[in-house]
């Protein structure tokens, strides 16, 4: 306010008043600021319930984000270390995997001197820990380098990082399992014994335990000296995962161009002398074999086209999608905020013009309206904390993570919130203190809220006709893409796998040696029991995998990938597979053993006919340049043994007594008794270890996991949009009908029904929405046909998934504004009226 002082002049002239302005007052604009919000509760209400959902839902999401990109960044050296992969193009497919040959960590060190450090590490599984007569097996151990810890931050908690694992048969510990097994982490010298192999290591050191966000997980490193392949110059089987330091701005590819070189020196000559051709000679025909290399960064994002890797991979693809639904969710809720701020401030018209007639200058109003926005945003986000608080463990469920609002732990996150609060604030606020404190309060004053809703009418009403007509365009496209996905999902679900999944109990039988046979038959004897098959590969889930390069008919000039199964005789009976043309394997023929059953890819890609290939042999090259030769007895119709994201490939089973995995066809779906049957015949034969099992549609049903986390995630945050951006609607409704009474009235006097002053109330949000739709409809079908291309076998986008969204938005939207309509419709026309 200004204070205008009249004085009169020694020459008795009325003189202009000189403003006397006080400094802004804060806590006067902080009261009025709280006095509108009490007044306008509904408004209030729905502008910070809605800002709120969708601050907390862009502040879960980014936590997920995140996360997801902060994946082995904990290394000192993360920007310089890169992990060596081996990639393969030829007949029958690509092979990309994520381990290599066992001298190349060497040989890269001593021909390239840009490689600072190479170290490798093997999985060592999780064995059968023997401590003081108490037996472990949770903890899972690799073995690396002695230099492993040169290249990756792994702090020490006990011992050397640097002499750790200079001897053979030493164990480093993570923190918690040296508590676990001796109550202490001052465990050195300490020693364990590991039970199948009878060998005893010596602890000799103690790290933190490895974080979450790294793309291996080891409870255990032991030394790599004694284990015999890891000093093998064979170019020819690939077994350890290596990785290199590189100098401190040196650019990878640099090196990488360096690698066929690496490949024609090393791997050509033992690939002659198995294959029969050189490496050149491979490449002439279409072929490659080389390596590559991966930055460490990229492991857990992009590491999905190889076929095995050390942890549970991520996928780049929907963080990005997470990070748009984030934006998304945010952009919903701001402009949300937006729109009712605009729509409720021209009803302040009159009070404007009354404060610029007491004097107050433009800036002061200005104030008042940005500190009244400013506090509705930072209540929201207060309640927007605490949602994500009490939110976070269903998102963690949700998710498959384990999140945490840590304060300290995400850098910058209080003053990013405050500067988001300001930002948006003001932003929302700036509309309103321009545009209402700009008129001239004599205008105002004559003309009432008319004068200001016909000054706004062009600017402010286009305005909030194009936030609504986004808000919905979004919140359509996600609605969309949730029904793409569960559609697929869907689709996945009921697709002819080409085998039963349906009740087959999985064990895995690695523990039970010689005694697996004998397992078996106890099995048998139980009439629950159907079916029973011994292998190492199921066609669903974790499985051994081999793969297997082939010449059709022993011509040496045509080598193809193949993916071998080796199998028993009951193989393809347990599991429901169908054979195309020729038998199975049987005991009735004694030369089975050179016999080989085919699928209908790999006859395909052999330029076979299914008919003509049992009368064709494939010869198979070992490692050493031994031949073998099979005979094709049969072809086994396809079947997915990979994700949905990948082509059935060629396949082919050879015959083998089968270890790793016992798969148990039950006659019924209730098999509780049956496992605890099973349980007791196991203890029978391994009482000192633990029985375990899975079933084959659980396992399955992991293969798309993260789909299904994706159409979760999507489908509750499509959810959110909806409503919020329906809190909106009926923001504005209740605007719009309060703005209008005076024409209700007067319509009602003049005869107009209930329906027809709903319809007419409610014909303009609807408009925008159908708007809405045509924008939304190409957008969605262009992002969801991209996610679709992920996958080999896959849906059609159809017409009535987009109608679905439409319709379903139309319906809510009408639903929220009715409420008003009606009540607006329903009111008595002399009461309106006299309130005018």
């Given at each position: 306010?200004q204070?205008n002082?009249?004085?009169?002049?020694?020459?008795?002239?009325?003189?202009?008043?000189?403003?006397?302005?006080?400094i802004?007052?804060?806590?006067?604009?902080?009261?009025?600021?709280?006095r509108?919000?009490?007044?306008?509760?509904?408004?209030?209400?729905?502008?910070?319930?809605?800002?709120?959902?969708?601050?907390?839902?862009?502040?879960?999401i980014?936590l997920?984000?995140?996360?997801?990109?902060?994946?082995?960044?904990?290394?000192?050296?993360?920007?310089?270390?890169v992990?060596?992969?081996?990639?393969?193009?030829?007949?029958?497919?690509?092979?990309?995997?994520?381990?290599v040959?066992?001298?190349?960590?060497?040989?890269?060190?001593?021909?390239?001197?840009?490689?600072?450090?190479?170290?490798?590490?093997?999985?060592?599984?999780?064995?059968?820990?023997?401590?003081?007569?108490k037996?472990?097996?949770?903890?899972?151990?690799?073995?690396?380098?002695?230099?492993?810890?040169?290249?990756?931050t792994?702090?020490?908690?006990?011992?050397?990082?640097?002499?750790?694992?200079?001897?053979?048969?030493?164990?480093?510990?993570?923190?918690?399992?040296?508590?676990?097994?001796?109550?202490?982490?001052?465990?050195?010298?300490?020693?364990?014994?590991?039970?199948?192999?009878?060998?005893?290591?010596?602890?000799?050191?103690?790290?933190?335990?490895?974080?979450?966000n790294?793309?291996?997980?080891?409870?255990?490193?032991?030394?790599?000296?004694?284990?015999?392949?890891?000093?093998?110059t064979?170019?020819?089987?690939s077994?350890f995962?290596?990785?290199?330091?590189?100098?401190?701005?040196?650019?990878?590819?640099?090196?990488?161009?360096?690698?066929?070189?690496?490949?024609?020196?090393?791997?050509?000559?033992?690939?002659?002398?198995?294959?029969?051709?050189?490496l050149?000679?491979?490449?002439?025909?279409?072929?490659?074999?080389?390596?590559?290399?991966?930055?460490?960064?990229?492991?857990?994002?992009?590491?999905?086209?190889?076929?095995?890797?050390?942890?549970?991979?991520?996928?780049?693809?929907?963080?990005?999608?997470?990070?748009?639904?984030?934006?998304?969710?945010?952009?919903?809720a701001?402009?949300?905020?937006?729109?009712?701020?605009?729509a409720?401030?021209?009803?302040?018209?009159?009070?404007?013009?009354?404060?610029?007639?007491?004097?107050?200058?433009?800036?002061?109003?200005?104030?008042?309206?940005?500190?009244?926005?400013?506090?509705?945003?930072?209540?929201?986000?207060?309640?927007?904390?605490?949602?994500?608080?009490?939110?976070?463990?269903?998102?963690?469920?949700?998710?498959?993570k384990n999140?945490?609002?840590?304060?300290?732990?995400?850098?910058?996150?209080?003053?990013?919130?405050i500067?988001?609060?300001?930002?948006?604030?003001?932003?929302?606020?700036?509309?309103?203190?321009?545009?209402?404190?700009?008129?001239?309060?004599i205008?105002?004053?004559?003309?009432?809220?008319?004068?200001?809703?016909?000054?706004?009418?062009?600017?402010?009403?286009?305005?909030?006709?194009?936030?609504?007509?986004f808000?919905?365009f979004?919140?359509?496209?996600?609605?969309?893409?949730?029904?793409?996905?569960?559609?697929?999902?869907?689709?996945?679900?009921?697709?002819?796998?080409?085998?039963?999944?349906?009740?087959?109990?999985?064990?895995?039988?690695?523990?039970?040696?010689?005694?697996?046979?004998?397992?078996?038959?106890?099995?048998?004897?139980?009439s629950r029991?159907?079916?029973?098959?011994?292998?190492?590969?199921?066609?669903a889930?974790?499985?051994?995998?081999?793969?297997?390069?082939v010449?059709p008919?022993?011509?040496?000039?045509?080598?193809?990938?193949?993916?071998?199964y080796?199998?028993?005789?009951n193989?393809?009976?347990?599991?429901?597979?169908?054979?195309?043309?020729?038998?199975?394997?049987?005991?009735?023929?004694?030369?089975?053993?050179?016999?080989?059953?085919?699928?209908?890819?790999?006859?395909?890609?052999?330029?076979?006919?299914?008919?003509?290939?049992?009368?064709?042999?494939?010869?198979?090259?070992?490692?050493?340049?031994?031949?073998?030769?099979?005979?094709?007895?049969?072809?086994?119709?396809?079947?997915h043994?990979?994700?949905?994201?990948?082509?059935?490939?060629?396949l082919?089973?050879?015959l083998?007594?089968?270890?790793?995995?016992?798969?148990?066809?039950?006659?019924s779906?209730?098999?509780?008794?049956?496992?605890?049957?099973?349980?007791?015949?196991?203890?029978?034969?391994?009482?000192?270890?633990?029985?375990?099992?899975?079933?084959?549609?659980e396992?399955f049903?992991?293969?798309f996991?993260?789909e299904?986390?994706?159409?979760?995630?999507?489908?509750?945050?499509?959810g959110?949009?909806?409503?919020?951006?329906?809190?909106?609607?009926?923001?504005?409704?209740?605007?719009?009908?309060e703005?209008?009474?005076?024409?209700?009235?007067?319509?009602?006097?003049?005869?107009?029904?209930?329906?027809?002053?709903?319809?007419?109330?409610?014909?303009?949000?609807?408009?925008?929405?159908?708007?809405?739709?045509?924008?939304?409809?190409?957008?969605?079908?262009?992002?969801?046909d991209?996610?679709?291309?992920?996958?080999?076998?896959?849906?059609d986008?159809?017409?009535?998934?987009?109608?679905?969204?439409?319709?379903?938005?139309i319906?809510?939207?009408?639903?929220?504004?009715?409420?008003?309509?009606v009540?607006?419709?329903?009111?008595?026309?002399?009461?309106?009226?006299?309130s005018?």
């Open positions: 306010m204070c002082v009249p004085f009169i002049s020694h020459e008795n002239k009325i003189l202009e008043p000189h403003p006397v302005r006080p802004p007052m804060l806590k006067n604009y902080f009261k009025i600021a709280w509108n919000l009490v007044r306008n509760r509904v408004f209030s209400v729905i502008n910070i319930a809605g800002l709120a959902i969708g601050l907390a839902s862009c502040m879960l980014s997920y984000v995140i996360d997801e990109l902060s994946f082995d960044r904990f290394n000192d050296k993360a920007d310089r270390i992990r060596v992969v081996f990639k393969a193009n030829m007949q029958g497919g690509k092979i990309n995997e994520s381990h040959m066992p001298p190349t960590a060497g040989v890269l060190k001593a021909d390239y001197p840009e490689v600072l450090e190479a170290t490798r590490l093997r999985q060592g599984g999780k064995p059968f820990v023997l401590i003081n007569n037996i472990y097996n949770d903890e899972r151990l690799a073995y690396v380098d002695s230099n492993f810890f040169s290249v990756f792994l702090p020490f908690v006990e011992g050397s990082s640097k002499t750790a694992l200079l001897e053979p048969y030493t164990l480093v510990l993570s923190q918690t399992t040296a508590e676990k097994y001796f109550g202490k982490t001052d465990v050195i010298g300490k020693t364990i014994t590991f039970k199948d192999s009878k060998q005893t290591y010596r602890v000799a050191g103690v790290m933190r335990d490895i974080p979450k790294s793309h291996f997980q080891f409870d255990m490193l032991g030394s790599m000296g004694e284990i015999e392949e890891a000093k093998s064979s170019w020819m089987v077994e995962f290596t990785y290199l330091l590189l100098p401190d701005g040196y650019d990878y590819k640099k090196l990488e161009g360096k690698l066929p070189k690496t490949m024609d020196k090393y791997l050509s000559p033992q690939l002659k002398q198995a294959m029969g051709v050189t050149a000679e491979f490449r002439k025909k279409g072929n490659d074999l080389t390596l590559s290399l991966q930055p460490l960064t990229d492991i857990h994002l992009r590491s999905n086209d190889f076929q095995y890797d050390l942890g549970v991979k991520g996928d780049v693809s929907y963080v990005y999608i997470f990070g748009a639904v984030a934006i998304i969710m945010l952009l919903i701001c402009i949300n905020f937006m729109n009712l701020s605009t409720g401030s021209s009803k302040r018209a009159r009070e404007v013009g009354v404060r610029k007639v007491m004097g107050s200058e433009k800036i002061e109003l200005v104030w008042q309206f940005l500190t009244e926005s400013i506090m509705l945003t930072s209540l929201a986000m207060l309640l927007a904390v605490l949602i994500c608080i009490l939110a976070l463990p269903l998102f963690n469920n949700l998710s498959g999140l945490s609002l840590q304060w300290d732990a995400i850098p910058g996150l209080i003053p990013a919130l500067a988001f609060g300001l930002f948006v604030g003001i932003a929302a606020g700036s509309y309103p203190a321009f545009f209402l404190s700009s008129f001239k309060p205008s105002v004053l004559k003309g009432g809220s008319s004068a200001i809703r016909l000054s706004a009418s062009g600017r402010n009403l286009n305005l909030r006709s194009g936030l609504v007509v808000q919905f979004m919140s359509i496209t996600l609605m969309v893409g949730t029904t793409v996905v569960y559609q697929q999902l869907k689709f996945i679900r009921n697709k002819n796998l080409g085998y039963s999944k349906d009740q087959v109990i999985v064990v895995p039988s690695w523990s039970l040696g010689k005694n697996e046979a004998a397992f078996r038959d106890e099995l048998l004897r139980d029991v159907d079916k029973i098959s011994l292998s190492g590969y199921v066609p889930g974790p499985s051994d995998n081999n793969n297997y390069t010449s008919d022993g011509n040496p000039s045509q080598l193809v990938k193949t993916l071998r080796e199998v028993d005789y193989y393809i009976p347990t599991l429901g597979m169908q054979i195309a043309y020729g038998r199975n394997f049987s005991k009735d023929y004694g030369t089975d053993s050179t016999g080989i059953i085919i699928n209908e890819t790999a006859a395909k890609t052999f330029g076979w006919t299914p008919e003509n290939a049992l009368t064709r042999t494939i010869t198979r090259n070992d490692n050493e340049g031994k031949k073998a030769t099979f005979q094709v007895i049969g072809v086994v119709k396809d079947f043994f990979r994700s949905m994201h990948e082509k059935i490939g060629p082919v089973m050879t083998t007594n089968g270890w790793g995995w016992i798969l148990i066809k039950t006659r779906k209730e098999v509780s008794g049956l496992l605890a049957s099973m349980k007791q015949n196991w203890d029978g034969f391994r009482p000192d270890m633990p029985f375990s099992y899975t079933f084959l549609d396992r049903n992991e293969t996991k993260a299904q986390k994706t159409g979760q995630i999507l489908g509750t945050f499509a959110l949009t909806i409503f919020v951006a329906c809190l909106g609607l009926f923001g504005l409704a209740t605007f719009t009908a703005q209008r009474t005076k024409e209700i009235g007067v319509r009602k006097v003049l005869g107009a029904s209930v329906a027809g002053i709903v319809a007419l109330l409610s014909k303009d949000f609807l408009k925008l929405i159908g708007v809405a739709m045509i924008v939304a409809t190409p957008a969605a079908w262009w992002l969801m991209r996610w679709l291309q992920e996958f080999a076998y896959k849906i986008v159809s017409w009535w998934m987009f109608a679905v969204a439409g319709l379903l938005s319906v809510v939207a009408l639903c929220t504004i009715s409420y008003q309509s009540k607006a419709a329903l009111m008595n026309p002399v009461k309106s009226l006299r005018e």
